[in-house]
């Protein structure tokens, strides 16, 4: 038995696991994989690299496949040769996105207050007969009920194949909606007659008869009609004879459910008669669905399911990557042959369902991947419109799993978020504030350019993001644009002596724009040629280079990536050494997003951060410009319809200084980084070996404790259970 086969991980994951060397799960993994795997809503945020991904992938993989399993087998609900969907039930397939159906069938939910949503019954009658069946309000919220033909829409009363009784007084049929009867709501109870003698819909509210409502057309008289509701946050259960009537049968009626068998119809599009198994009938409604802020993010986390996934076979596991930039007729095409498991940035994936591509009726997870960068990019709105789309019950019965990821769980959104969406969640919560992880050794150099004036001489330099274009900017003219000037060509020779200095073969270096990534990119390979090999990552580069670029990097086979915040959150980039502030974020979380790249999975890292003791006058994304310098000339300051800013660093190292409660080294600008303040001699990119136990073999020195810990809960459990008995 392996160590994550301890936290409930089956042995099929568990040696896919081993084979990546994961011989023990991380602390977030053995809180939140039981937790997970035990069907509740769970937030989580952990240090950089502390494997998170994993700890929903597995869990996610593994229900996944199981559920496949059973259908299969025929033990699902609605899967299998022999196996049956309950007849006189409200359908879990022919239902819309949002509305929710209890396991037993006989109850309806929508909670979405803006779009109706509606739901057909499994079995209908025809031919002939008189029937009858109660609906009864279960909550307030706006509803209507009544029969519906196959042909019909799932908003009931609003085509001419179907008929319905609201709650507001009003009788619908193909948009015509006329005063019938009287409002209704909470606790009451209608009856819904159908006479197919004499082609007449009539309605009860509690017993009283409100007369004949429809006359049926002649020309429906051979169709099928179907109990069906449609509801706008509200909720309504349903009798169909099962149980005894609340109000008595009017007389010549029957229970629908007491039907003749040759009158008796089944809903083709509500029934696992007409299909082996749901997933065939619906092979583009997939069971999970995983949403990252990034296409680097996503591809990473659709990678990790592939490789997790290695040894789950019979039946087999289909997942999909939606990003943008990818043919989304080869994306619609494998929709079609169906997928399960889902991997999507927001706005791939909303088109995709706005156009019918992709259901929500199936998914029972709904999983947000560094939540706190999707609601600072502004997609918080549309995370709550997809929430409202997916039943909040599964079609087998179960409640949708909501699994949040964040950089911090304090941020005011994500909580915000998690009270609003989350059902109860659990938190696990082992990052707490934001600190540094004491594997990243991390430094400051400031730059000045009054005492620094290289500057002044420099024959070849980095080209300059042009917001100073237009000013007076000369040696010897000590305003401050001309000492801004002299800030962005001094970063250019910080960061060649910083990569010379520490012998750098491999960093990630971190640029505040697109315009200075392309710049910095053109100076190395100007300065450096093959041996300052550097790739840019950005979202103005097209999708295929920044995939490209990415791996080049990741498989070393160039030395430097150069990259806005964009690759600041997540990206896994085993034992990568250096890292490179170009200039401070402005956003003091994103400090140790952009640091955490290096010293992951326990190896060394050094992050050296270029802090300029001037202000410097900088692209702005604001309300006059959204490029940040690209192909504008527009370098006013924003109060005056402009799109620059002045940008004082020293206050931003303040604010991360005071946020991660410590000073942060200072270096001179040769940037010589004196090891003996920290903790001796290290290798960057090299795990630490300290005297005694350190590092190594730690693992081996765990498995028994955690061998001895799961020996004591199943002592526990077994107590508990001998206590019940007695």
């Not at 109870?189 to 309605?203: A, S």
């Not at 801004?484 to 910080?494: I, M």
Request: glycine share 8%; charged share 25%; net charge neutral.
């Amino acid at each position: 038995m392996t160590a994550f086969e301890e936290f409930g991980v089956m042995p099929e994951i568990g040696k896919a696991v081993d084979e990546m060397d994961w011989l023990l799960p991380t602390d977030v993994q053995a809180e939140a994989i039981p937790l997970i795997l035990g069907g509740g809503d769970v937030l989580m945020a952990a240090e950089t690299g502390s494997g998170k991904t994993g700890a929903f992938c597995l869990p996610i993989l593994q229900i996944v496949w199981e559920t496949l399993k059973d259908l299969k087998e025929g033990k699902g609900k609605s899967g299998g040769d022999g196996v049956t969907i309950p007849p006189w039930t409200m359908s879990f397939f022919d239902r819309g996105n949002s509305m929710a159906i209890t396991p037993d069938g006989m109850r309806c939910q929508s909670r979405d207050f803006k779009e109706w949503h509606g739901c057909r019954c499994t079995t209908g009658v025809a031919n002939t007969g008189r029937y009858y069946f109660e609906a009864t309000v279960e909550d307030e919220g706006l509803c209507r009920v009544g029969w519906s033909t196959q042909k019909a829409s799932l908003d009931l009363g609003t085509d001419k194949w179907s008929f319905g009784f609201g709650g507001t007084g009003k009788k619908s049929h193909n948009r015509q909606f006329d005063n019938y009867g009287e409002a209704f709501g909470k606790n009451d109870v209608i009856g819904c007659l159908l006479d197919l003698v004499r082609l007449e819909v009539t309605f009860t509210k509690n017993g009283q008869n409100l007369g004949v409502a429809f006359k049926v057309p002649d020309h429906l008289r051979n169709e099928t009609f179907y109990p069906a509701v449609v509801l706008k946050n509200a909720e309504m259960s349903f009798n169909f004879g099962n149980n005894p009537f609340k109000h008595q049968i009017p007389e010549g009626f029957v229970a629908v459910n007491k039907v003749e068998e040759q009158n008796k119809k089944i809903n083709p599009f509500a029934s696992a008669n007409a299909a082996p198994s749901e997933f065939v009938q619906r092979p583009n409604a997939p069971q999970a669905i995983i949403i990252e802020p990034s296409r680097e993010l996503a591809e990473q986390t659709f990678s990790q399911l592939q490789k997790f996934k290695r040894y789950l076979k019979d039946p087999a596991i289909n997942e999909l990557l939606l990003i943008g930039g990818v043919s989304v007729k080869d994306q619609m095409a494998k929709l079609q042959q169906g997928v399960d498991i889902i991997v999507a940035t927001p706005g791939r994936l909303e088109d995709l369902i706005n156009n019918g591509y992709v259901l929500l009726t199936h998914c029972r997870f709904f999983v947000l991947d560094e939540a706190d960068g999707l609601l600072s990019q502004g997609y918080g709105q549309l995370i709550e419109n997809l929430h409202k789309q997916i039943p909040k019950i599964t079609s087998d019965g179960r409640r949708l799993q909501m699994i949040v990821c964040s950089a911090t769980l304090h941020s005011f959104d994500v909580k915000k978020m998690a009270d609003k969406l989350m059902h109860f969640p659990t938190w696990v919560d082992l990052k707490g504030e934001d600190a540094v992880p004491d594997t990243v050794h991390h430094v400051v150099c400031l730059v000045d350019p009054q005492k620094d004036t290289r500057w002044q001489n420099l024959r070849n330099h980095v080209q300059t993001d042009g917001v100073h274009a237009k000013d007076n900017v000369r040696p010897g003219n000590n305003t401050p644009e001309t000492l801004s000037e002299a800030v962005k060509l001094l970063k250019g020779e910080y960061v060649v002596k910083a990569i010379e200095e520490h012998k750098m073969d491999r960093a990630i270096i971190f640029c505040r724009t697109k315009i200075d990534c392309d710049n910095l990119e053109k100076y190395l390979r100007f300065v450096g040629g093959e041996r300052f090999s550097c790739v840019c990552l950005h979202g103005d580069r097209h999708p295929k280079e920044r995939k490209d670029n990415l791996e080049k990097f990741k498989q070393q086979k160039v030395k430097f990536l150069i990259c806005t915040d964009v690759a600041a959150r997540g990206l896994d980039i085993t034992g990568l050494p250096f890292a490179i502030n170009v200039t401070l974020p402005d956003e003091k979380a994103n400090y140790v997003h952009r640091i955490g790249r290096v010293g992951r999975a326990e190896r060394m890292g050094l992050a050296i951060s270029l802090v300029a003791t001037v202000p410097e006058k900088v692209w702005y994304h604001g309300q006059w410009c959204s490029s940040r310098g690209k192909n504008c000339w527009n370098t006013n300051l924003t109060d005056v319809k402009g799109c620059c800013i002045w940008y004082n660093e020293k206050h931003y190292l303040a604010e991360i200084e005071d946020h991660l409660t410590m000073t942060i080294t200072q270096i001179s600008p040769d940037l010589k980084v004196p090891l003996n303040e920290f903790d001796g001699k290290v290798v960057y990119g090299e795990k630490r070996i300290n005297k005694g136990t350190g590092y190594k073999d730690h693992v081996a020195q765990l498995v028994p404790i955690v061998k001895q810990l799961a020996d004591l809960e199943a002592q526990a459990q077994q107590h508990f259970l001998k206590r019940l008995k007695v």
